[in-house]
């Protein structure tokens, strides 16, 4: 006989994390089902959180999983040219980072089964059935609720099984390394730091300090494919240089690969009785994510209190999060899709306009305003600059 739920939330990812809670505060009865034997443990290698991400959660940072807390961040050109945005951030213990949130799921009455993997679904009277296994036992269950959300990743298996065309550019996928590193002082800088350019096509290389001797360097490519090892290899002599640091004083802690939907647009999120959030949705980000979590399993809740789970009205999960994030990621497409078109000098170029100019103002108000202010900014300064942004037309 199968366990009965009203909601299943699959993956316990930040949105998962997010969409379980909240549809718990909306009175709905919730199942989480995890397939690594514990929260937190081998944690996605997203590593970074900024204010202004995180206030659209409404969640306030807690110190129990920052480790370090940084002024802001730095752009970087390939010739070096930097552009300073003043926004506090934070370096996260990703491990801590989850188990603060499945706490915070466990104190609104989810039951969370770790080391349980959904192996498949399939719609039937009403509701979805998932069919689950245990990684330690090998015991197979069947668990039957009303609506499900997906919230296992980027490579989630289980949107497809539901037939879920979540990214319109699934091609864009951004793949890459993070390291965490042990070098003398070099977690000391109150500034991130993301390198642009040819060096990684497509997005970008990091630096991020943790604090003392450690850090954590990065690297995330599109469009050549999951191995990003050969891009991965010349950044960090790269960046050996960059920092004077000596071989025998680089160490290399810890090593974490994965992707990032920065640029693929979320397309079908949901159909009936299934949503889809977080990477697995083709949301990018830890607070965007975490939003998105939030919005679906309050319509989770609500669908389950009218006792309706048809696609119509979990339509509003959709019609909700495009009202809060789509133009960002709209923007950032185009932003980025312009700088992997651009050739190196260009970008050089345009970083001259901003060079030496507080930005931190233009990433105010809504992403509509920001892009406006950019754009005037680069009038002012440099009109030709205008010409260089046009590479988003170019076809390559």
């Known amino acids: 006989m199968a366990i009965k739920t009203d909601i299943a939330v699959i993956g316990a990812s930040p949105a998962g994390l997010m969409a379980a809670r909240y549809a718990a505060l909306g009175g709905a009865k919730v199942m989480l089902f ?13 590593n970074s959180v900024f204010k202004g991400m995180m206030n659209i959660t ?13 002024k802001g961040m730095k752009l970087i050109s390939p010739c070096g040219r930097k552009i300073k945005v003043k926004t506090e951030g934070y370096a996260l ?21 770790t080391g349980t993997e959904v192996i498949n679904l399939r719609r039937k009277e009403s509701g979805v059935v998932l069919k689950t296994v ?25 949107a497809q099984m539901a037939g879920l065309h979540t990214m319109k550019h699934p091609e864009d996928i951004a793949w890459g390394t993070e390291l965490t590193i042990r070098a003398p002082g070099i977690g000391t800088s109150d500034y991130a730091e993301y390198f642009i350019g040819s060096h990684a096509p497509g997005w970008k290389s990091t630096y991020l300090p943790r ?6 360097i990065g690297v995330y490519v599109r ?19 960059i920092k004077g640091i000596a071989d025998d004083e680089f160490e290399i802690i810890e090593s974490k690969s994965a992707g990032d939907p920065i640029v693929t647009i979320p397309d079908q999120t949901y159909t009936d009785n299934i949503m889809a ?48 994030l789509y133009t960002e990621h709209v923007f950032g497409r185009i932003g980025l ?60």
Not at 58 to 70: A, H
Request: with cysteine; proline share 1%; hydrophobic share 35%.
């Open 223 to 241: 469009h050549y494919g999951q191995d990003t090892s050969s891009f991965l290899n010349a950044w960090i002599e790269k960046f050996k240089d």
């Open 211 to 216: 604090g003392g001797d450690e850090a954590a």
């Open 337 to 396: 899709e312009t700088l992997r078109k651009m050739e190196d000098d260009e970008i050089d170029e345009l970083f001259e306009v901003f060079e030496g100019e507080d930005v931190s103002s233009l990433i105010k108000g809504n992403t509509v305003n920001q892009g406006l202010s950019v754009l005037s900014l680069m009038l002012q300064k440099n009109p030709a600059s205008l010409l260089k942004a046009s590479a988003y037309f170019r076809n390559r």
């Open 58 to 70: 409404g969640e306030k940072i807690d110190s129990s999983y920052v480790v370090r807390t940084i």
């Open 277 to 324: 959030a977080g990477g697995a949705a083709g949301q990018s980000g830890i607070g965007y994510a975490m939003h998105a979590g939030q919005i679906a399993g309050k319509v989770g809740a609500l669908a389950v209190a009218k006792g309706d789970y048809s696609a119509r009205t979990l339509s509003k999960y959709r019609s909700n999060w495009r009202s809060s």
């Open 134 to 158: 245990s990684g330690n036992s090998g015991t197979s269950e069947s668990v039957k609720a009303k609506v499900v959300i997906v919230a296992d990743g980027i490579l989630s298996k289980n």
């Open 34 to 46: 995890e397939k690594k034997e514990e929260i937190g443990k081998d944690p996605h290698p997203a």
């Open 93 to 113: 213990d990703k491990g801590a980072f989850d188990r603060f949130y499945e706490k915070k799921a466990l104190c609104e009455g989810v039951e969370i089964k």
